[in-house]
């Protein structure tokens, strides 16, 4: 089959699970990007971000015989980087309890400001990324999380509560707060 731009996520996936190599290779295209900033803002080091990059798309590849489209693929896709996530601190916390449920508890492409701007506005946007950048590492794990995948994966509050696991409410209220701080810290708010 010839697929397109206008291809749905959950109908290339159902091409790859039928054998089809290309349907993979725009899955493939159009959410590396994504996914790959979603694990590096997460785990902040980038040879481990590779490394569940690659894990995350094999494991999607190894589970394509199981998967049905019962929710948008994107969800389903961010749904295996968090349970590898979760997988990885397990791993590497040594005893440390880790809880997505806890309120409490990299890399970004410099904004390009407008051709015509003047040199203090390029440095004033710069400054104000950095700030921003900074403010979205200091986020709690849940709160940071939820922002990622409403940023970086365009998911929605019933996306995230699907991907992370969690209550419809419980991923609203993590974006809600992560957006509070992010305002505030900005002085915005």
């Not at 725009?26 to 959410?31: A, D, G, P, V």
């Not at 590497?92 to 997505?100: F, N």
């Not at 794990?141 to 995230?160: C, D, K, W």
Request: hydrophobic share 40%; glycine share 6%.
């Amino acid at each position: 089959m010839a697929w397109s731009a206008d291809s749905r996520d959950e109908d290339l996936m159902l091409g790859y699970c039928a054998g089809d190599a290309a349907a993979f290779d725009l899955l493939y295209q159009r959410h590396r990007g994504g996914l790959y900033r979603y694990l590096l803002r997460q785990c902040r080091q980038g040879a481990v971000a590779e490394e569940l990059f690659q894990d995350v798309w094999m494991n999607l590849i190894r589970a394509r015989d199981a998967y049905t489209p019962s929710a948008k693929f994107a969800t389903y896709l961010y749904r295996l980087a968090h349970n590898r996530l979760i997988d990885h601190y397990r791993k590497h916390t040594r005893g440390a309890t880790l809880s997505y449920d806890d309120e409490t508890g990299p890399q970004i492409d410099e904004a390009a400001a407008p051709r015509a701007a003047q040199p203090d506005a390029v440095y004033d946007l710069k400054q104000q990324a950095g700030a921003l950048l900074r403010l979205i590492e200091d986020l709690p794990e849940p709160q940071r999380e939820a922002f990622l995948l409403q940023q970086e994966a365009g998911l929605s509050v019933e996306e995230i509560a699907a991907a992370t696991g969690v209550t419809r409410e419980t991923a609203k209220s993590r974006l809600r707060y992560a957006l509070a701080k992010l305002r505030q810290g900005m002085g915005e708010g």
